[in-house]
């Protein structure tokens, strides 16, 4: 999988796939200006906590392109205005304010330091953005992959594999590297209504990984923990509390009672960059709600009335006390969680 980019920077332009168009076509946007980036996180084209995260430090940094003014007051203008339109468009995955958050600042002490390179300087801050996702990916699957038994069965929720990520994923990496060593029998990948992640591009990656596995409808997880053995359920998250209570895409916290009421693992996987040290509990973190139209069409058919009324809240919090371990790159945390500061 990953030979596929979910992102990359080629002569000063980024290149964001298009996962609206997975798992049939494999196609790239162009992004020349901080506000295609926008709109490309805003729209789904590129998604996932890490992910978007990434993207919005290479946004950043095509906002600061050809930056002409010398005058401080409409310097801080121009970063402020790049920042407040890249945070504008999903409210709940933190990465996205973090990695926004962080490039601003160094912008503002590379102008500080009377450095002219202002953009080759954010641009290379992207990069290392970039980087440190790999890494960190790489070292949540290794640590995550411990803690599975041989003959596993998974079961997982979203996509939170490498096309939200700039590497081999979080919950989908710790899930491929068990595979990879021997450890995994079966994944049972929920197809995520309304937005679909599993069925497109979670069944893609397992799929193109060799992983076995099956594609159930969300509504069926329930059955399949009792009837079908499954051991674990592994998922990523958009949005980790002080206290450990996480935001993920909707149906994540049914999952979490179905796995405490069976008896079976509830795994979070995210990189530190996720947990929001500002945030005492989940009732603090924005819930998403997105358009109508996700829920009343698939493919573009409308499988309703034109007229019914739609609720679409993209992402559910996770009580900290159903979640048996946050496995991060620093180390797997357990219940009861007290994040202070990284
Ligand atoms: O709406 P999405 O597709 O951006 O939501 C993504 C998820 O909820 C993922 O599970 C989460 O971001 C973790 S991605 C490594």
Do not use: E, W
């Given at each position: 999988m990953s030979e596929i980019k979910t992102l990359f920077w080629k002569d000063?332009?980024?290149?964001?796939?298009?996962?609206?168009?997975?798992?049939?076509?494999?196609?790239?946007?162009?992004?020349?200006?901080?506000?295609?980036?926008?709109?490309?996180?805003?729209?789904?084209?590129?998604?996932?906590?890490?992910?978007?995260?990434?993207?919005?430090?290479?946004?950043?940094?095509?906002?600061?392109?050809?930056?002409?003014?010398?005058?401080?007051?409409?310097?801080?203008?121009?970063?402020?205005?790049?920042?407040?339109?890249?945070?504008?468009t999903r409210p709940t995955a933190v990465n996205l304010f973090w990695a926004v958050e962080r490039i601003r600042k160094y912008a503002i002490d590379i102008y500080n330091e009377k450095d002219n390179n202002i953009f080759e300087k954010v641009l290379l801050e992207a990069k290392k953005i970039h980087n440190e996702d790999i890494v960190c990916n790489t070292k949540i699957s290794k640590t995550g992959a411990k803690l599975i038994k041989r003959d596993a069965t998974i079961l997982t929720h979203c996509n939170a594999g490498s096309l939200a990520t700039s590497s081999v994923g979080t919950a989908l990496g710790v899930i491929i590297e068990a595979y990879n060593q021997g450890k995994v029998k079966k994944v049972f990948v929920d197809e995520t209504r309304p937005y679909l992640q599993g069925a497109r591009l979670t069944m893609f990656e397992l799929m193109k990984s060799g992983v076995p596995c099956e594609l159930i409808t969300d509504n069926m997880a329930g059955f399949v923990i009792k009837n079908r053995n499954v051991d674990y359920v592994i998922v990523g998250a958009d949005r980790i509390a002080r206290n450990g209570d996480t935001a993920n895409k909707i149906g994540t916290y049914s999952l979490s009672i179905l796995a405490k009421y069976h008896k079976i693992k509830f795994f979070v996987v995210a990189p530190t960059s996720t947990i929001d040290t500002s945030i005492e509990d989940g009732t603090k973190i924005p819930i998403e709600e997105r358009s109508e139209e996700e829920v009343k069409y698939i493919n573009k058919k409308l499988i309703t009335l034109k007229g019914a009324q739609v609720y679409n809240p993209a992402f559910d919090i996770t009580e900290a006390k159903n979640i048996s371990a946050i496995i991060t790159e620093k180390k797997v945390f357990t219940y009861p969680y007290k994040f202070l500061c990284f």
């Open positions: 000063n332009f980024l290149y964001i796939l298009d996962q609206k168009k997975l798992p049939f076509k494999i196609s790239y946007v162009k992004c020349k200006t901080y506000i295609d980036v926008a709109r490309c996180i805003k729209n789904m084209v590129i998604r996932g906590a890490p992910a978007i995260g990434v993207s919005s430090g290479y946004g950043f940094a095509l906002g600061l392109k050809n930056l002409s003014t010398k005058n401080y007051n409409d310097f801080i203008c121009r970063v402020n205005k790049i920042a407040k339109n890249l945070v504008s």
